[in-house]
């Protein structure tokens, strides 16, 4: 599967926020790129577990 590069950005924005402490906002996405967006946290999640 071939992510959107934005999505992945938004994606990896938002784990930053959340590891940092800050307020990690979702954006509003298509319902389309809502897998792109949560399998790419997942695996930044994971990655850097």
């Known amino acids: 599967m071939q992510f ?3 999505i ?3 994606a990896k924005a938002f784990v930053n926020a959340f590891r940092a402490g ?3 906002h979702v954006p ?5 790129f809502w ?3 949560m399998t790419t ?4 999640m994971e990655a850097q577990a």
């Open 35 to 37: 897998q792109q967006f």
């Open 8 to 10: 992945v950005a938004q």
């Open 28 to 32: 509003p996405l298509r319902f389309e």
């Open 22 to 24: 800050k307020r990690a």
């Open 41 to 44: 946290v997942r695996a930044e």
């Open 4 to 6: 959107d590069p934005q």
